[in-house]
């Protein structure tokens, strides 16, 4: 049998969806009105699926079955196969959105999930899922590690000495989750651009790992409108929106992510997750959980922004930087 990571059986579903696209996929964007790739909450799931099954592990052989996921390699797909086979998995990595399987040798494997990778462990004579892209098999004969992309956006790639943090991704902000990630340093950083503050959270290079989806949660619980401008906030504001920002994620991954097939189910009304989870994102029209006024969906970076009117109003001035959006709102189609 075939089974997504992390391999057990209540978190199946939840981590295979990360990675399904097509009906759900389309469901969920047609929902949101937006394309959702995995954020901080999704990736560490897989993070301590894959740190489960493959720490420790050696690899005995590799199959590249479709040369695009391991473009970023840029030797080639059979210079992949010969580089990865005979090492040995350390425990699995993230920063941010940020996946890295290192090696017991101080090289590592950066791994980019992009919209619908995804990786599970598969016996070697398991039949093989569509879109599976890459086998990995191990000495040890126990099940085997494939990864599966239907739109490959994603990728592998070997990274040379990136064990410790590949150079692919070093100019990536440490993530609020990171033992070293600096509250006060992240704050002056914020303060000190000329910009609003959900350009800012959704930055990676100021603080990892915030996407679209939990963007919108933290402004919701900071109760800040997105296009509030980052120059004049006070200390407090600031840390207080990124504090809220940890605390949305960390709430997610407490559930398991925001997995695609949770949103899904609760889109068809089997299940209370969606809107439990979520206060405002994909909840356009429907009431804001801490006021009761309706959900209002915006453009912005041509992205869909959630935001509760009352208790995230606009901030002063807003017409204009509206006005301005216009030019790249008609870019949206
Ligand atoms: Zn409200």
Redesign the pocket.
């Known amino acids: 049998m075939t089974r997504c990571l992390p391999p057990s059986p209540a978190d199946e579903k939840r981590v295979c969806s990360l990675a399904r696209p097509g009906q759900r996929r389309a469901s969920l964007a047609q929902h949101a009105g937006a394309r959702s790739v995995p954020e901080l909450p999704e990736v560490e799931v897989v993070r301590r699926g894959l740190a489960s099954s493959i720490t420790g592990r050696q690899i005995s052989g590799v199959r590249v079955l479709h040369p695009r996921p391991v473009r970023r390699h840029l030797a080639g797909p059979a210079d992949f196969e010969v580089q990865v086979t005979g090492r040995t998995f350390a425990e699995p990595r993230r920063r941010g959105k940020y996946l890295w399987l290192p090696f017991t040798d101080g090289d590592a494997i950066l791994a980019h999930l992009g919209m619908s990778g995804q990786f599970r462990l598969a016996d070697a004579a398991a039949p093989l899922v569509p879109n599976t892209r890459i086998i990995f098999a191990f000495a040890d004969g126990g099940p085997g590690l494939r990864f599966v992309d239907q739109r490959m956006f994603g990728g592998l790639s070997v990274s040379p000495g990136g064990a410790e943090l590949p150079r692919e991704i070093a100019h990536i902000g440490r993530d609020p989750f990171d033992p070293e990630f600096d509250l006060a340093g992240t704050v002056a950083r914020l303060r000190r651009r000329d910009t609003v503050i959900k350009r800012a959270l959704l930055d990676q290079q100021l603080v990892s790992g915030i996407g679209n989806i939990y963007a919108d949660e933290a402004l919701?619980v900071a109760r800040m409108h997105y296009a509030r401008p980052t120059h004049n906030m006070s200390r407090g504001q600031a840390a207080g929106v990124i504090t809220a920002a940890a605390s949305v994620m960390s709430n997610a991954l407490d559930d398991g992510g925001t997995s695609f097939d949770a949103l899904y189910v609760n889109i068809n009304g089997s299940s209370g997750y969606f809107d439990r989870s979520l206060a405002v994102y994909g909840r356009e029209g429907k009431p804001?959980?801490?006021?009761?006024?309706l959900i209002r969906r915006e453009p912005f970076m041509n992205r869909s922004s959630y935001r509760?009117?009352?208790?995230?109003r606009s901030p002063r001035g807003f017409k204009i930087q509206s006005a301005m959006r216009e030019h790249s709102r008609k870019n949206e189609g």
């Open positions: 919701w804001c959980p801490r006021c009761g006024t509760c009117p009352r208790c995230q």
